[in-house]
């Protein structure tokens, strides 16, 4: 732990399970780096304090009902919190400036997507920095929508799906981050929203590291030529911590069941906190799992197929031990399992960002949004992945399984794997780029603070 630094960071994560994880990783670094820290949370996926006694929590009521905090349209959910927290979040911003009990705030760092804390923070005078929890690459493409609108690659159209889009390689036209492939103004709005909220900040972190994304940061750097840009990942790697942050509950019988397993040989299956999939689909994985033959560990989270009996028939009984099912699994030490073979992932970015990190080949089947960016860079860019391109096959997914972990085919892939394991494993040592980024992340802290004095002296 590094000296104190006598300063608060107010840090605002949004409140679902893929952005608060990084958030909340964030905040251990810099707490070792001797800030501070003060976690914001919303009511709605509310954390536990006692989890992180080193931090102080402040909760502020969204204004959600109880069917909006229910609803599965994730585009109406983030608008709803952009425009519900405004009032709660300012009136919670003005005690904690106005606590002279407490070290002086030196900034705010909030998710990206809250981009409503930008009006707020303004108003206040406190510097804001921006966490983007999703990759670089991602980001990138969210930021060119209205290049991509005027190229015409926007909207999408049906028969232009297999092109190149030629400004971003390896993207093809099918892979712009949409939901459903489709447009709609709430969803333009969020994403003009994210890119102008960053282009308005007083920094950008990524969870990225420079030889993973570079030609990605280098095109932001570009597009934001005034803000600095901080790829400070992967936050997990640099001080690993017991902490949880989990919102659903941790099944850790995996990890003796994966003792008993060869080396390299289980195919861990699991699509993070959001995505949902049809019975007729699950039906499709659970098969082409148990025809595969390999040995399988499966996250089958509640919400993740609505069905009161999700497996299809008979299936359970052919396994023999083979496959193991779980409704949470501590998923860094899974793959970091010398047992894992595979990770077939939806690719949301930290499922994405853990694999790379564990030397780990993947499955790609991006479901929304920023995910089929992050799989065709995990597949086409990267190279250290398989992309199941037909939608969810038995046969294909048998067959891609055993491609990847047993087959000549899959071996260069492998190679590819671990040697990018190795880059990921030197970017946070003393000397890597983002060891170098944190460091100039938190000068870049300490430099904005006679703003922030300044305001909270009147
Ligand atoms: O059984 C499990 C399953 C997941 N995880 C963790 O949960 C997180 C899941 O995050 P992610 O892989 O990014 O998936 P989502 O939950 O889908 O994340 C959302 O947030 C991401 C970051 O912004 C986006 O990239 C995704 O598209 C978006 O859906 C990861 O840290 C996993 O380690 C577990 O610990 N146990």
Redesign the pocket.
């Known amino acids: 732990m590094e000296e104190r630094k006598g300063r608060r960071l107010l840090l605002f994560p949004?409140p679902?399970?893929?952005?608060i994880?990084?958030m909340l990783e964030l905040a251990n670094i810099l707490h070792l780096k001797g800030f501070s820290i003060t976690i914001i949370h919303t009511h709605f996926n509310s954390l536990n304090p006692s989890t992180y006694p080193h931090f102080t929590f402040h909760s502020i009521p969204d204004g959600l009902s109880e069917s909006e905090a229910a609803t599965k349209d994730?585009v109406l959910l983030l608008s709803l919190l952009n425009a519900k927290c405004i009032e709660p979040f300012r009136e919670c911003l003005v005690r904690l400036l106005s606590d002279a009990s407490e070290e002086p705030v030196a900034c705010l760092i909030s998710d990206v997507?809250h981009f409503f804390t930008e009006s707020v923070a303004d108003s206040l005078k406190i510097p804001r920095i921006v966490l983007?929890?999703?990759?670089a690459s991602?980001f990138a493409v969210f930021a060119a929508f209205s290049l991509l609108r005027e190229k015409g690659y926007l909207p999408l159209q049906e028969s232009r799906l297999e092109e190149p889009v030629i400004e971003f390689p390896p993207i093809k036209v099918k892979d712009l981050p949409l939901i459903n492939r489709c447009i709609t103004e709430e969803y333009s709005k969020l994403v003009s929203g994210l890119s102008n909220g960053a282009k308005a900040s007083c920094g950008v972190i990524f969870n990225t590291f420079e030889d993973l994304e570079e030609h990605a940061l280098a095109r932001i750097n570009q597009e934001l030529p005034n803000i600095p840009v901080f790829p400070i990942g992967p936050f997990?790697k640099f001080y690993p911590t017991s902490s949880s942050s989990?919102l659903?509950s941790?099944d850790h019988s995996c990890i003796s069941w994966l003792d008993t397993q060869a080396p390299k040989s289980v195919v861990y299956v699991?699509?993070?906190?959001?995505?949902a999939m049809k019975e007729a689909e699950f039906s499709e994985i659970a098969w082409g799992l148990a025809n595969s033959n390999q040995p399988f560990l499966w996250?089958v989270?509640p919400g993740l197929v609505q069905a009161s009996e999700p497996f299809p028939s008979g299936f359970l009984e052919t396994l023999n031990g083979r496959g193991h099912i779980?409704?949470?699994?501590?998923?860094?030490e899974?793959?970091a399992h010398p047992a894992i073979g595979a990770f077939w992932?939806?690719?949301?970015?930290?499922?994405?960002l853990?694999s790379v990190c564990e030397g780990v080949p993947m499955i790609c089947m991006p479901?929304?949004?920023?995910?089929m960016v992050?799989a065709r860079f995990a597949s086409d860019g990267w190279k250290v992945g398989l992309q199941l391109e037909n939608g969810m096959e038995r046969g294909e997914i048998e067959r891609t399984i055993r491609k990847l972990v047993v087959e000549k085919e899959g071996e260069e892939i492998r190679e590819r794997a671990l040697k990018l394991k190795e880059k990921a494993n030197l970017c946070f040592k003393q000397g890597g780029s983002s060891y170098q980024s944190l460091d100039g992340l938190v000068k870049h802290i300490l430099s904005l603070e006679s703003v922030v004095f300044q305001s909270q002296s009147h």
């Open positions: 949004l679902l399970q893929g952005h994880n990084p994730l997507i983007r929890t999703g990759g991602s997990h989990d659903f941790i699991s699509f993070g906190s959001i995505a996250v989270r779980v409704k949470w699994a501590p998923q860094k899974v793959l992932t939806h690719n949301g970015w930290n499922s994405t853990e479901c929304f949004t920023d995910q992050n």
